[in-house]
Every structure is written in C-alpha cells, then in structure tokens.
C-alpha cells in the first residue's frame, strides 16, 4: 500500500482515524510504503512550518519506519497518461497527486489517502480511504 500525503499528515499529528487504519494495515501483513513525492510535500510543508524543528523528526521517523519507493520512469509515464485522460474528461489534480496515483496504479498497488480529491480517479485507481475527524 502506498501512503499519500494526507494519510501521513494525519499519522504524524496522531489523528486517531489514520492511526488506527495504521495499525489495521500493519497487522494485516501488508507492506507500507513512502513514496518519494510524498516526502517533497511533507518536507515543503516542515520548510514553512513554525514547528519545522519538530516537523523534520516526525517525517525522519517516518523515514525510518516505512519503505520508501522513488518515482520512475515507468510511473511517469503512468502518471502523465493518466492526467490527460483526466484533461480530455475535464476533470483536474494537483502535479503530485497525480503522480502519487499513477505510482499505486503501475505498480497494482492501493492508495491510502484522507484526500476526498482523489475519488477523481477512484475508477483507475484502488484507494483506502477513511474519514478524516478534526
């Protein structure tokens, strides 16, 4: 399963919704992983943060407990094939959703996400999603 941005956002501030669909997921047996346009998000947003200090140790400790997958060629390719059938359609997503939905696709892997956003490719895509409480 690969971890989109949001899901890890709501991990590292301990949102109990993500952390128990966390859990769930580990002791299932599946492997968890931490794609690389993920962290460029989560490492712009430390960047901005008041709290970047503590911003930086919860995405190393994330680094430290998950795999983490670089984008390639292939997913690329995926990615951006993917975004124009989303143009041709009209419908629209941010660079690095797409990007993060074209990795899960080429790969046959499941998205997790909090993002409503991503029910936009919900059909060439399988998502993971829960509710995102406040």
Do not use: C, N
Not at 30 to 43: G, I, K, T, V
Request: glycine share 8%; net charge negative.
């Amino acid at each position: 399963m690969i971890l989109e941005t949001s899901f890890l956002i709501d991990l590292m501030k301990g949102q109990s919704e993500a952390v128990a669909l966390a859990d769930e997921i580990d002791h299932s047996g599946e492997s968890l992983y931490l794609p690389a346009p993920a962290l460029f998000e989560l490492w712009l947003g430390a960047g901005r943060s008041a709290r970047g200090k503590e911003e930086i140790r919860k995405i190393e400790a994330l680094i430290e407990s998950f795999d983490v997958i670089v984008l390639t060629h292939e997913d690329a390719r995926e990615a951006g094939l993917l975004q124009a059938r989303l143009s041709k359609a009209g419908r629209t997503m941010g660079t690095v959703d797409v990007l993060l939905a074209g990795m899960a696709r080429r790969r046959g892997e499941t998205l997790v996400t909090g993002d409503r956003d991503f029910s936009t490719v919900s059909r060439e895509v399988q998502l993971r999603s829960y509710h995102r409480g406040r």
